[in-house]
């Protein structure tokens, strides 16, 4: 039995809305019935909410030794957004299908789900396990759990592909990616008499400059490529002041303000470093000055997601398979973040390998060619020889 029908799939996929805001229960139970329908069973995990679950199938032997096709099944929004056409629903133009999701990372759900067919007629020697995710793109929340399912029920697979779009080039290294708030509680009074309040913004405002500060620093200080792992771009640990909230009307001296910021460091660096660099400037320039003036004045720092950065393992099982497969002579590193570093920090040997451009995820009139898609779907059966040989 050949492959099923990848764009007809991908068709279904994207008009599920999945921005990470909302539910993907649709999706993940369409999912499940197409993989029933051929006899597969899915092993839905769900979120402590409800709401929002993963997905874990297998085909083939239960045996150690296996390959994830790995993918998430959420998307970023279209709000504000200039589209040509409907986002949530699949259109062809010229060679490329667009809609939100087709690069990232709809197109590589879609090619996994049609080689089930494929993979049913094998004589497969290892497993080829589906996993696919929730809320990847907030923070990588929905994996751990997954993980977490799959050392319980599935015998330890030997490679996970995270198909993340790589125009297919194999991929084994990105930055860590930590979200913080930092938050300000101060004292609140009219603005005719601020020597009475505390401002938090003020505060803040101390605070968000020690941060830019400490970005300029790092900039200063690229970290070239290394043995196994080409240079990242830019090539230092960065930070960005991503939104700052605080204060209730411009004649309030205000009570609190908060600011939520990323810290993105090389797969080499510590990610609570400038944390503490962060709490010590706060304790010796920003607290003494609050807590004179008011002594229930706080400064607090959350870390609210953290994805491990992902290293390079040149020699592993992973990255080889995907240069052997794809011809290529060495892997690259990449800007952004991924499930990768997860599958990595639980002892899986794994690359990021997927067709589409990252360049147009999360744009207006994201899109993947059609070459882009029967180029995956080749890799897909090279794959599954793999497996089968």
Same mark, same amino acid.
């Given at each position: ?100 999701? +087709? ?13 089930? /067919? ?29 993980? =977490? ?88 640990? +960065? ?10 009307? !411009? ?10 910021? $990323?810290?993105? /460091? ?17 304790? =010796?320039?920003?607290? /003494?000055?609050?807590?004179?003036? %008011?002594?229930? #004045?706080?400064?607090?720092? =959350? ?18 398979? !995907? %240069?052997?497969?794809?011809? #290529? ?9 991924? =499930? ?14 997927? /067709?589409? $451009? ?19 779907? +080749? ?11």
């Amino acid at each position: 039995m050949p492959h099923a029908d990848p764009i007809g799939l991908l068709d279904h996929l994207i008009a599920f809305d999945t921005v990470s805001n909302r539910s993907n229960r649709a999706l993940i139970d369409w999912v499940a019935d197409y993989l029933t329908c051929h006899g597969v069973d899915a092993q839905i995990v769900a979120s402590p909410t409800g709401n929002k679950a993963n997905l874990l199938a297998s085909i083939g032997p239960p045996v150690e030794g296996g390959i994830v096709l790995s993918g998430h099944t959420d998307v970023v929004p279209v709000d504000g957004q200039d589209w040509s056409s409907n986002p949530f629903r699949l259109t062809e133009r010229n060679g490329a299908y667009y809609g939100r999701g +087709t690069a990232d990372m709809k197109g590589f759900v879609a090619l996994a789900l049609a080689m089930v /067919p494929e993979l049913l007629t094998r004589d497969l020697r290892v497993p080829v396990h589906l996993a696919f995710t929730h809320d990847e793109e907030t923070g990588c929340l929905g994996v751990p759990a997954l993980i =977490e399912a799959m050392q319980a029920s599935v015998p330890r697979p030997a490679i996970v592909v995270v198909g993340e779009p790589t125009m297919l080039t194999p991929v084994n290294a990105h930055k860590g990616c930590y979200f913080h708030e930092t938050t300000v509680t101060g004292r609140e009074a009219h603005s005719s008499a601020p020597h009475l309040g505390v401002s938090a913004i003020s505060a803040l405002v101390k605070i968000a400059g020690f941060l830019d500060a400490e970005a300029a620093e790092a900039a200063r200080h690229p970290v070239p490529a290394s043995a196994g792992r080409g240079a990242f771009d830019p090539p230092w640990n +960065t930070l960005n002041l991503g939104w700052i909230e605080g204060g209730s009307a !411009a004649n309030i001296v205000a009570n609190h303000a908060s600011l939520v910021w $990323d810290y993105r /460091p090389l797969p080499d660096a510590d990610p609570d470093a400038v944390v503490g660099r962060l709490e010590r400037f706060v304790s =010796e320039q920003v607290l /003494p000055d609050l807590l004179a003036r %008011c002594p229930e #004045a706080e400064v607090r720092t =959350e870390r609210i997601a953290g994805v491990p950065a992902f290293k390079p393992d040149p020699d592993g099982a992973a990255e080889s398979l !995907a %240069c052997a497969l794809t011809g #290529a002579n060495s892997s690259r590193t990449v800007a952004f973040a991924s =499930e990768a570093g997860l599958y990595q920090r639980a002892g899986l040997s794994t690359v990021i390998l997927g /067709p589409g $451009d990252i360049a147009v995820a999360h744009k207006p009139d994201e899109y993947i060619t059609q070459d882009q898609l029967d180029d995956g779907m +080749t890799l897909l059966y090279r794959l599954a020889d793999w497996a089968t040989a």
